[in-house]
C-alpha cells in the first residue's frame, strides 16, 4: 500500500538522489531463473548421459530469465552517476570509518571466494597426493599391457610436455596480468579531475575495452587448449614432437570419463629412434624390465577421470569468474562508451577492479600448480 | 588511488614491468632444461620448477594484492589488508584438515597420540 | 486493471489444469483396455438386459485358499425360441486364476476368456486362488450374449449385447486402502500452505479493510515480492522460516508414528529414508536459518542505529532464493522420489543410480541456499563493520548483534567449502564428472570433510543467535545489564574459532586420518569451556536483579535448563570408547535435538515474544504464551529425555524400524522400548500441536491486540528507541523530540575506540603519508 | 518381501519372555563403556546439580512483579550502553574450572583409545598369531582386554548385507554360516571363539556402510576402495548371541542390514 511517499518503479531506473531502499524485481527474478536452469540441466543429463530433448529447451527459458533479470538489474543501476547522482553512502563504524560500504562488502566477497578456491585446492592436494602418480606407477612397470590403473595424471604431463601445448595458458597469463593493469588505469582516468570530459570517456572506455578484450581472449585460448586445439606451420612440428598442431586436451583424450586413457611417457618417439638411451629411468624399474625383454613398455592404460575432473572443474570454476567478469565488464564498457565514469562514481570501477584482480591472483596460483607442475 | 611512486615512477606501470618480468621467468624455469642441476641437488626437474614456481607465485600475489588492490599505500590499507588476512587461519585449517589428511585405519594411530606415551 | 485480471485468470486456469494433470490413471496392466471398456469385437455400449454374474466367491477371502467359481449371465437378445449364447472374460487383480475344462483359457494369471469350444455356453466353471497378503481384490466380468440360433449349433451373430460386472472383495481382515504417506505430506503441505495464505491475507484484511480491493491489492503484493527494506524482508523470513518449521514438524511426526510400534509398516523404508532426509534438511535449511535471518533482518539495522542493512537488493536476493531453493528441494517429494541421503548426502551413496532421481535436485536447492547465505553473510558482516551508530565501538554492540556477527563470520567461511561439495556432487550426477567415482579413485571422505568443514560451523551458526537472544532477554528481564559483556563476547568468539577445528569428531568411526581424530578429540573437549562461561554468566545476570515473569523470560529459562542438558550430553561424544558405543544411535539423536530445539527453537521463541510487540505494535497475550510455554516445555523434554536412553540400548539413527525383544540375540532393544517410543510418539504430538497456541496467539494479536509501547520490557538498546512498530523507512526519536539517525552514549568510563596493537601496525606497515613515509619503497 | 503386521509382533516378539532374561537390557554397555559412562554421569550431575541449583535460587529469590518500582541497579536507559556488570575473579573462575575439568575429562577418556585403536604391531592385543597359537585375552578391572596375539579376518559390506571371511582361520576359531531371524529374514553369522580376539579388515563393494557390533561397543565405516580395522576382542564374558546393525547410512534396505554375531567356546 503506496503511502504516498516516492516509489521509484521496480522495473525501472532508479532514483538515485534518494538512496536505498528501492523496490527491486531482479532479485525474484533472479532466483527464479536460477532454479529453472538448476532444475532443467539436472533433469537433461544424468551421470553425462543426456535425457532427451524435453528439458533441453528449458534450460534456455533459465538462461534466459537470469538474462532479462540482470538487464533489470542494469538499468535500475544505469543511472548511476551518470547525471551527477551519486549514492555511494560511507561507513560509520570504527575501524572502517569513512570508507565506501561498497568496498568493505567487496572485500567481504573476495573473502568468502577464497574459501570456494580454498576448497578447490583441498580436493586437488587431497587427490593429487592420495591417488598414484601415473609417472611413477608407470615407470615401477606395475600395471598390464590393455588393462586400466587408476592413477593421478596432472593435465601438467601433457600441457608441459611442449611449449605449444603450453602458449594458450602462457599467453593467459601474460592477458590476465595485462587486463589487471589496464583495468587500473581505466581507474585512473575515470578518477583524474584535470583532463577533459571527452578525452576522459575515451580513455576509460578504451581501457576497459582492452580489458574486455583480454577477458575474451582468455576464454577463447581455453576453448582452444580444451576442445579446439590449433594448427602449427610446418617449420614448427619438429618442436611439438613432430604433431602438426597443438591438440586440445580433448583431442589428447584427456577428458573426465576418460577411463582408458593412454599414458604417455612423452619421449616414446625418443625412444623409439634411440633405443639405447631410453629417456625411462635407468633406476627405474620398468627400465629393467624392459631391458629383459619381460615388458613391452610404452603404452600404459590408466583410468584418469578424477585428475581430469579435478582440472576441469578448479580452472573451469576459475573461467566461469572470468566469464562473470565479461558480463560485468560488457555493461561497465558501454557505461563509460556513454561517458558514464567520472570521478564521482569511479570507485565503481575500483571495486570491480578488486574483483578482477582476485580472478588474477587466482590465476597465479592456478597456473603452475594445474599447467605446469 | 596510489599516492606513492616507486624508484620515482609511476607505481601502476612498474608494477606491471614487474609482473610481467616475473612471468617471464616463470615460463622460461618452465622451459629451461635443468636436469643437470636437479641431478647435482638430488632431486627431478619438475621440483625444481615448482620450488621456482611457487617462490616466484609469492612476490607476484604481493604485487597484484598491495598494489593493484590498493593494500599498500591508501588511507584505508591497513585495515583492509587485516580483512583480507582474516580468512588466513580458516584457510590454514582447510589446507590442513581436508588437503593434507588421508583416511586411514583406525589401528595406525601414532604412537604419539597413544595413552603411555607420555608416562602418563 | 483488464489486463491484470485476464493474467490472474490464465494463472489460475494453468494452475487448476496442472492440478488436475496428475489424476490421470490408468489400471494395472492386463490385456490392453478389455477389462475395463469391454470387448471391442462387440457392440460399443452395453446393455442393461444382459445380466452377468459369479458365484462362489466368499465375502471375504482366506489367504492363497483356491475357490471355485461360476461365471454366468442372463438375458440378451430376445427373438421367439432363441437360446442367448456368447462368451466372457474375467479379469483379476490379485490372486490367480485357472480352468477346469477346455471351455475357458488362461491369457495369464489375472485374465481368463473363453475359447472356440466355449464360445456358445451361458455359464463357465473356473477357479481362483486367493492372495498371500491382505488386499482389496477387484474383478471385473465381461460377458456378451448373442441371439443364437434356436438348435443350438453354430451359433448367431446377429443381435450382440455385453454388459460388465465389478466386484470387490475384502482379505481376512477388512482393510482400508492404505494412504501413501507422501500424498498426507503433499496435502498437508498444500492445505497448511493455503491456510496460512488465508491467515496473512485476513490479518491484512483485518488492518485495512477499505483498502482491500484488487486495485490496491496488486501493487500491494508487488510491493511484497520486489521490497528491499530489512522489515518487509525480515517479515518474510520469518513466514517462511515458521511455514517450513510446520512442514519439517509434519515429517516429524509422520516419522513418528512409524517408529510408534516396533515393525510398524506405515511408512516403507524408501518412504521413511526420504523423511528423515528432508526433515533435516527443512529444519536446518528451510527453518532454523530463515528464522534467524528473520531475526537478523529486523533487529540488527535497528539494534545498531542503522537506517537499513548495508545492501538492501541484495538481501532481497539472499531471500528469494530461500523459497525457490525449497521447490527445488522438494521436487523428488512430489513425485515420490525425495533425497534419501540423509541430511549429511554421504558420499557415494549421494552419486549412486541407487540414491534416487530426487537427489540431483537436492543438491541444487542446497546449492542456491548456499548462494543465499554467502550473500546474508556479506550483507550482515558489512552492515555490522560498517553502520553502528557514533559511538558504538565493537564493545558496545548489544550481544544479539555480536551473536549474530559471530555467526555470519562462521557461516560465511565455512559454506563456501558446502557448496563445493555440493557442486561436486551435483556435476557427478548430472555432467558425469568423477569426484567421487570410487573406481576412478575417488574419496568418500573427502565429502565428508567438506560437509563438516561445513556441518559443524554451521549448527552453531543455529544455536549461536539464540545465545545472542537469550542474552538480551535474560538481562532485560532481570533489570540488570548482561553479568561479564567482555568474556560474552570473548566466549563467542571463542565459539566461533573452535567450530572450524573440531569439525572431524563427527568421524571418528569414519575411517578418517587416524591423527585427525586424535586432534579433534581435543579441541572437541574445548568447545565445553566457552559455552560454560556463556551459561554462567547468564545465570549471574540474575543475581541480584529482580526478575520479572514474563512468557520470552520463561523461554529463556527453560533454554538455560535444556541447554545445559544438551551440552553436558554433548560431552559425552569426544570420549572415544564412548563414542564408538553412542555415534549414529539415538543419543545422538537425543543430544542434537536438545541443543537445536531446546536451544535454538526456544531461543527463536523468546526472541518471538520479546521482539513481536516492537515488530507489530501489539501485545501479546501473556496467558496463552504461558499455556504455549507450559505444554510445548512439558512434552518436549517428555520427547527427547527417553531417546537418551534408547541410543544407550542400541537403538540406531536412520532405521525405519525397530524390533523389542527380551532375548539377547534376537533383535536389539528391550521390551520396554516399545513403551518409551510410543511415549515419545504422543509427546511429540503434543509438543508439534502445542506450538500452534504461539500461531494462534499471534493471530489473536495481530487482530485485535493491545497496542504496544515503545519499550515494553525495560531494554536499553537502539531498537526501543523507534516506534512500534518501526516507521517504513527506519528512523528514531532523539532525545530532542525529532526523528534521525541517533548517537550511543556509554555510562561507563569512556573507553577510547582506539585501533588495537594489530591494526596500528598494519596501518604503519601499509599505509604511507607524509607523517610516517618510513616504509623503503615509497617516496614521495 | 512379507512385512511384519504389527498385530502379529506380540506373537512373535515376546517368545522367551522370562524373569531371568529382564537384567540383559544392558549388556550392550561393555565394561569400558559402563565404567566411563559412570564416571561421565558422575561429573555430569555435579555439573547439572550446581547449575540448576543456581538457576532454581535465583529464579525464585531475585524476582518481582511486573510493574513493581524497583531500583534500577545499573542505570539502564535506552540509547546508553549500560554499566559493565562485572567480576574479573568469577569469570576466570567459570574459565578455568570447566577447563580442569575437560583436562581431568580428556586424561581420563584417553586410557580407554588403546581398547578401541590399539596398533596392530605390538599395542595390546601383540602381533598377528601363528598357525595354531591363542589369543588368551584377559579382561582387566577397566574393562580393557589385553591378548597374546590375534586373527585377522576380513569383513565386507554390500547392499545390504554383511559378508564375512575367516581367511585361513580354522572352524574353532572362525565360523561363518547364515541363520534365519524371525525379523530380519536370512542374516549372515559370524561366529568367534571366546578368548581369542580378531582384527577385523574391512572394505565395501558399493557405498560406506558401519558394522555395529553392538556387545562389543564398537563400529566402524567400510569404506569403498579403501581398508579400514576393526579390533573383535572376544572376552570370555562376552554374550552368546548379539546383533550387528549398519550404522552408516547406506540405502533403501540400511536398516535391516544385519548380522548376528555368535561367541562360541
Known sequence: MSDGEHHPSAWGPHDWSHGAPHNSWSPFILSMGVAIFLFSLGAAYEWGEFQGWGSLPLIFVGLGVISFSLLVWWRQDMSFGMHGEVFEPKSTGTPFQNIDIRKVAMWMFLMSEMMVFTSLFSTYMRYRLGIPNCKTVFHSGEWVEGTAVTCFEPAGHLIASSWFHIAPGAINTFALIISSFTIVQALRYAKKKDIDEDVRRRKVTRYLGTTWFLAILFLTLKMIEWFLGFPLPEFLHEFNHGDSEIKSLYAEGYLINADSYEHKAFDTDYIEKHPEDYSIPEESALYAMMEAGTHPGGKMMANIQVSATTFYVTTGTHGAHVLGGIIGLTYMTLKAAKGGYTPDNAVSIEYFGLYWHFVDLVWVLVFPFFYLY | MAHYKILGQDPYWMNFYGLMILTLIEVLAVGADLDSFAESVGTEEKVITLWILTIIAIPKFIMIAAIFMHLYGDEDSGILTMTALFPAFFIIIMVLFVGLTHPDAASSLPAWCRPGTYGL | MRSRTKGAIAVLLVISAMLALPSAQSLPAGISGVQQSGCNCHGAVPSDSVVASIDGLPESYNYSETYNITVSFQGGPSQEGNVNQGGFHLWASQGSLGVNDATAQLYNENEVGHTEAGNDQVAWTLTWTAPATDTNVDFILHVNSVNGNADGAGGGTSGDMWNKLTITLGGPVEVLEAADPFVVLGVLIIVSATLLAFTLVFVFYRKDPEAFDWDNFAPWLADWLTSTDHKKIGTLYFIAGLFFLGVGGIMAMIIRIQLSVPGNDFLTQEQYNQFFTLHGTTMIFLAAMPMINGFANWMIPLQLGAADLALPRINAMSFWLQPFAALLIFTGVFSGHGADTGWTGYAPYVVSEGAHYGTTMWAAGQIMLVASSTLTGINFLTTMAVMRAPGMGWMQMPLFSWSVLIANVMLFLSIPAFGVGLIQVYLDRVIGTAFYDIAAGGDPLLWSHLFWYFGHPEVYVVIVPSFGIISEVIATSSRRSVFGYRSMVYALAGIGVVAFIVYGHHMFTSGMSPTLRFVTMLTTMLVAVPTGIKIFNWLMTMHGGSLVYRTHTLWALGFLITFTLGGISGMFFPSIAMDTHLHESYFVVAHFHYVLVGGTVFGFFAGIYYWWPKATGKMLSEKLGVLHFLTAFVSYNALFWPMHRLGVWGMTRRHHTYFVTTEEALGSLPMEAAGWNMFITVSGFIFFFSNFIMVFNMIVSSVRGEDAPDDPWGGWSFEWMTSSPPPNHTLYKLNDGSWGLPTLEDANEHIANEPGWLSSWFQRLMVTDQETGETGEASH | ?265
Not at chain 4, 559402563?34 to 535460587?57: D, K, P
Not at chain 4, 578368548?195 to 557390533?213: K, Q, R
Open chain 4, 1 to 265: 518381501m512379507s512385512r511384519p503386521v504389527a498385530e502379529d509382533l506380540p506373537a512373535t516378539l515376546m517368545r522367551g519372555v522370562s524373569p531371568e532374561h529382564t537384567e540383559t537390557t544392558m549388556s550392550v554397555m561393555t565394561p569400558i563403556f559402563a565404567g566411563l559412562w559412570e564416571h561421565y554421569i558422575f561429573w555430569s550431575l555435579i555439573v547439572g546439580g550446581f547449575a540448576f541449583g543456581w538457576l532454581f535460587h535465583h529464579s525464585f529469590w531475585f524476582t518481582s512483579k511486573d510493574g513493581e518500582k524497583l531500583p534500577n541497579v545499573d542505570e539502564i536507559k535506552i540509547g546508553v550502553f549500560p554499566k559493565h556488570n562485572d567480576d574479573m575473579r568469577l569469570e576466570v573462575a567459570w574459565t578455568v574450572l570447566p577447563f580442569l575439568l575437560i583436562v581431568w575429562l580428556t586424561y581420563y577418556s584417553w586410557g580407554p583409545l588403546d581398547a578401541m585403536w590399539t596398533s596392530a604391531d605390538g599395542g595390546i592385543h601383540g602381533y598377528e598369531c601363528e598357525e595354531g597359537q591363542s589369543s588368551n585375552n584377559s579382561i582387566d578391572s577397566s574393562g580393557i582386554i589385553s591378548s597374546d596375539c590375534y586373527h585377522v579376518i576380513e569383513i565386507t559390506g554390500q547392499q545390504w548385507f554383511w559378508s564375512f571371511d575367516c581367511l585361513e582361520l580354522g572352524t574353532s576359531i572362525c565360523d561363518t554360516g547364515t541363520e534365519t531371524m524371525e525379523v530380519y529374514g536370512s542374516v549372515p553369522v559370524l561366529s568367534l571363539k571366546k578368548g581369542e580376539t580378531y582384527l577385523a579388515t574391512m572394505t565395501s563393494i558399493d557405498v560406506t556402510h558401519a558394522p555395529w557390533f553392538q556387545h562389543l561397543g564398537t563400529k566402524e565405516d567400510t569404506l569403498p576402495g579403501q581398508q579400514t580395522t576393526l579390533w573383535l576382542p572376544i572376552s570370555e564374558s562376552m554374550s552368546e548371541e548379539s546383533m550387528v546393525l549398519c550404522a552408516e547410512y547406506c540405502g533403501d534396505a540400511h536398516s535391516v542390514m544385519a548380522a548376528k554375531l555368535i561367541a562360541h567356546n
